[in-house]
């Protein structure tokens, strides 16, 4: 299956602390994207990261990639409550888009 | 700039209607387009894509039915829905390179519909 799988299904923690989320998948992959999804909304992309790439940056979010490892990481520095939400990584191969069943993170002030 | 249109937000249809979903795109031509189902707590399920007017490909047999009767026009739609067709149903596009029917670009969500099926 070319579905990627995150962990941990749920993540909680304090303000300000770190949050890290990990994606692991089977196939090769021609990109991994990373998706938040607020309580009843759609999905709202964070980050692209290519198979060619190995670490990108978008504010407070870091991704890593290890193609050898087929397995990436979402890293949410100095957490804010707003940031509670379902992370989603998903796979894009060939083809479509295939998604993983997500990291609840609750921050909690 | 680019948006994206679904409605409507909550549904509430009884076993054996008939259903529509429909999903506008505004800001941008030529898109990918797509339908998700999600269930309670789970990743999405892609349900249909398509690459352009007229051009359907559906990932998952059932009895979901989709249609693309404008370039930014996305149409789900059932003739009559079970109770396992109860979920939450996304539409999502994305931009086309032009050497290919398949995108590397992100995605981007409606706020989707909640189906409940009584």
């Known amino acids: 299956s070319q579905q990627g799988e995150e962990d941990p299904q749920a993540l909680s923690i304090q303000e300000g602390e770190n949050a890290t989320m990990n994606c692991s998948y089977k196939t090769s992959i021609n990109n991994l994207q990373w998706y938040r999804q607020n309580s009843g909304r759609g999905l709202v992309h964070l980050i692209l990261i290519r198979s060619n790439e190995r670490e990108k940056h978008s504010g407070r979010l870091r991704v890593t990639l290890d193609t050898s490892k087929k397995s990436s990481s979402l890293l949410i520095t100095a957490s804010r409550a707003a940031d509670t939400a379902s992370y989603f990584c998903a796979i894009k191969g060939y083809s479509t888009l295939t998604f993983g069943k997500g990291t609840m993170l609750l921050v909690s002030p | 700039s680019q948006t994206i249109h679904q409605w409507p937000a909550t549904l509430v249809q009884p076993v054996g209607s008939p259903l529509s979903l429909e999903c506008t795109v505004e800001g941008t031509s030529n898109p990918n387009l797509y339908w998700y189902r999600q269930a309670a707590g789970r990743g999405l399920q892609l349900l249909f894509y398509?690459?352009?007017?007229?051009?359907i490909s559906s990932e998952v047999p059932q009895n979901l039915s989709a249609s693309r009767p404008q370039d930014r026009q996305f149409i789900l739609s059932s003739k009559k829905l079970l109770l396992s067709d109860s979920g939450f149903y996304l539409c999502?596009?994305?931009?086309?390179?032009?050497?290919?029917?398949?995108?590397?670009?992100?995605?981007?969500f409606g706020d989707g519909t909640r189906l409940s099926i009584l």
């Open positions: 999502a596009w994305s931009a086309r390179p032009w050497d290919s029917p398949y995108s590397n670009q992100p995605q981007h």
């Open positions: 398509s690459v352009g007017i007229g051009q």
